[in-house]
């Protein structure tokens, strides 16, 4: 057993580069270490952003008055606020993508879900979405409630079985699975959830509409959680969940899959 999790563990990563390579996303986001390691202490450094990461050590004269002017060139300044929706719900009977639409609940939903994000008040950046078909109509409709925004698809946020969870599941999964959709759910949470660039002055706010077991897997990974505690939480159709990341790379989680804005008749997951 321990032999088979080993070469599952490193030919995953080799996995990760050719799923970032084929679906056109950033190939310089590092594909290694997965599943990722679990420390009960924070690292700081969990996106690499740190601004010791982001420089060339080679290229001072040794002064320390320019490590110091380097370091505080490349400091964050400023907060980002990710709000990760859940799709409405759906079709599950569809037997292809195209087939698996919003039901009429669903839209009723995405709807709500729109109308809550609009309410908060805040002026969102842009919109990433998952490409299956129910992520991208959520989107669509939630769009329709913010005016003009940028709305973007990535395969990277497309549902899958992140990591082999603990306790086990009664859904039963060989590990191939696993090993498919880790290395690629992983490269998600290395693509979209990090500190803001050093170069951002204003707090952001960034909408992504993807999928229950995505969402669950990013929280725990964000947090520094034990990643195989992904399965633990629950998340209804349309809720919002919230992280905020602080420019010294502290991690808040503010909303944990809050559906509160919708009528219990509304509700499903």
Known sequence: MFLRRAFLAGGAALFAAAVLKHSGEDANIAAVLWPPTFTR???PNW?????RSLINLNDLRGSKEDL???LKKYKARARRHIFLVRHGQYNVAGESDPERVLTSLGREQANLTGQRLANLGYTYNEMTYSTLQRA????????????NMKLTGSDLLREGAPIRP????????????????????????????????????????????????????LVCRALQLPPEAWLRMDLNHGSITELVIHHDGHVTLRM??????????????
């Not at 996106?47 to 601004?51: A, L, S």
Request: include cysteine; hydrophobic fraction near 25%.
């Open 47 to 51: 996106d690499r952003r740190e601004p």
């Open 41 to 43: 202490s924070w690292d």
């Open 68 to 70: 110091k002017s380097e």
């Open 136 to 147: 991208k109509e959520t989107s669509e409709i939630i769009g329709q409630h913010l005016g």
């Open 256 to 269: 944990l899959g809050d559906a509160g804005y919708m009528p219990t008749s509304k509700l499903s997951c």
């Open 166 to 217: 603990d306790p086990e599941s009664s859904d039963w999964k060989p590990d191939v699975v696993y090993f498919e959709d880790g290395p690629r759910i992983e490269s998600a949470f290395r693509t979209f959830i990090h500190r803001a660039d050093h170069e951002q002055r204003d707090e952001s706010y960034e909408i992504i509409v993807c999928h229950d077991n995505v969402i669950r897997y």
